[in-house]
């Protein structure tokens, strides 16, 4: 983790959703995985599915696939939202996150969601978690150009009045490090999600986490 001496820095907290708050990474690469078998396209192996955990499902099939036909991709997405949404349910969240969003917004700081998930995905994740009162904005691949395009961050600031250098960005995943870097925030990187500690060193977050009571602690000081 790099420490940083400096307190209440933070006017916003921007949290990715799958592999920082829930722990579904296993349950999104078991159903990609699946989908790409029902859909008749080249297997997967779980480390190109946990790739690209953190993009928009279309941007996710161009990163596998390529450009394959449209009827191809429209079957994975298809059978990949059936795999999804019959687990959905089971998806839980890491241990403490709960209660850490719940501390933030007591200290009175913002806090929003910017995720590679579709809106249905979200609301109903937020509805099952009981989180969705904690957050004063949420953005998705529904209304925004996918990660790591800076569009969500920009969006998120500007509706809640506040600038890069008083935003964080906490995410599992390098496209979260690379939005951050693209809008000119702050970067948190957590190690207990899609990738690892040395694959997200490779994008120069300002901060590193391996667990969620190093991240609490950190969070808490500084909000």
């Not at 192996?45 to 394959?68: K, M, N, Q, T």
């Not at 109903?124 to 957050?135: D, M, N, T, W």
């Not at 690892?196 to 009571?213: C, E, G, K």
Request: aromatic share 8%; charged share 20%.
């Amino acid at each position: 983790m790099i420490e940083s001496d400096t307190v209440k820095q933070f006017d916003l907290i921007v949290w990715d959703w799958d592999g920082t708050i829930a722990d579904s990474t296993g349950m999104i690469t078991q159903a990609l995985i699946k989908a790409a078998d029902e859909a008749g396209l080249p297997a997967l192996s779980e480390a190109r599915a946990r790739s690209i955990i953190g993009l928009g499902l279309r941007e996710s099939i161009e990163v596998l696939y390529g450009s394959i036909p449209s009827e191809q991709a429209q079957a994975l997405i298809t059978h990949y939202n059936r795999n999804y949404y019959a687990a959905e349910e089971t998806i839980l969240l890491f241990s403490g996150i709960t209660e850490t969003i719940a501390s933030i917004a007591r200290k009175g700081c913002k806090q929003a969601v910017a995720t590679g998930k579709g809106r249905r995905g979200l609301n109903a994740a937020l509805q099952l978690s009981g989180l969705a009162k904690y957050f004063s904005a949420t953005k998705t691949v529904d209304e925004c150009f996918s990660k790591p395009h800076p569009q969500m961050l920009d969006e998120l600031m500007d509706e809640l009045v506040v600038m890069p250098e008083r935003t964080l960005m906490i995410g599992d995943s390098q496209y979260d490090m690379q939005m951050g870097k693209n809008a000119g925030v702050i970067t948190a990187a957590v190690t207990y999600g899609s990738q690892t500690a040395t694959h997200l060193q490779q994008y120069s977050p300002d901060n590193m986490f391996h667990d969620v009571a190093a991240l609490s602690a950190w969070l808490l000081a500084s909000t």
